[in-house]
């Protein structure tokens, strides 16, 4: 897979202010986030309640000690087969022994724990929004009369996304899009009365994923990664992200590291002139600031000066920019599935649905 150098790279993670507050920070986590996982909440309380632990965390570096990015380490010696009792208790589904565990792997294992979360950041790489991409990016073919699509997708991350002709997705209703005998079978829910199109992706002439720090899904340390940020009590994703993963690495996309803003005109450049160039973000303007946001669409204006271009996007109300908002409210809950086609000087923007839990949850609003 070829890479280009970038030049920025974000603040990863989320900060834990002062050392004192490490004991609050992940108790919250056990009684907030982790209450659906009866693993993680009983050994981020054992994590709070251990001075040794928390000790062993403050070698991390401020922005990593987290506690997704610490369990997300843990998970990653367990998958390596570094960490046979914690293994144990996580297949066991044991939560009291893994919350001894954890701190015991945590003390013998503190260098490579600090090691892991300092260079990793945490991922969210299932390929779910393919629910919602895969009508849109067929919507923009229509649009364009185009016969091919070369997809480039923003913030891929492992490019899973950019595989969405080749999984099969099941709406409400029976309705079924894409590829009924792939590895990969995905659901969304319809809300509302209008169905989705049932219009099929045409042929995919390019797969470009465009990432600050974009993962080779054919590398072995980095692909275990991706599946230790997901929980271990949460086998059903696990077994889909690596069904993705397979799927991915037979057509393994080209992936271009660097701000997209700078990288997009060489992202073009990779797509065949009879293509029509697809550029999709989900959920990725939001790391943006709002100035960038705005040199973004400058970008594919740009691009449109010699050729038709897409957009697809699924972003919160008011992140995309051009995106009508319906007059839905900021920070309302769901986000808006935005469709923009620039030909020339000329750029058609509109909203073409909405969409709730990043895509498990899809209206569509386009008129056929």
Known sequence: MARLSGCYRPTEGVSVGRARTLAEVYRRFGEVDAAESPLYQRIAFALSESEGALSAIEAVPTPKRHPTVILAALHDLVLAGRAPELAA???AGDGDAAGGAAVDTLLRMTDAVVAIAGRRKTRADEAGRCGVLYPAIAEAARRAGANAVGLIDVGCSAGLNLNVDRVGITYGRGQTLGDSSSPVQLSCSVVGDRPVPTRAVPEVAARIGVDLDPVDVTDADEARWLRACLWP???????????????AATVPPLLLQGDA?????EAFA??????LPVVTTTWALSQFSFENRLRFLHRLDEAAAGRVVAWVSAE???V???I???GDRRASGHSIIGLAVFDGSVMRAEAI??????GRLLAWLADP
């Open 89 to 91: 208790a996580y297949a």
């Open 233 to 247: 009590d949460q086998p059903e994703r696990d077994a889909r992200l690596k069904a993705e993963m397979d799927l």
């Open 261 to 265: 803003v700078e990288v997009l005109p």
């Open 270 to 275: 990779h797509v065949p002139v009879d293509a």
């Open 316 to 318: 919160g109300v008011g």
């Open 320 to 322: 995309a920019p051009a």
């Open 324 to 326: 009508p908002t319906l």
């Open 353 to 358: 649905g909405r969409c709730w839990s990043r």
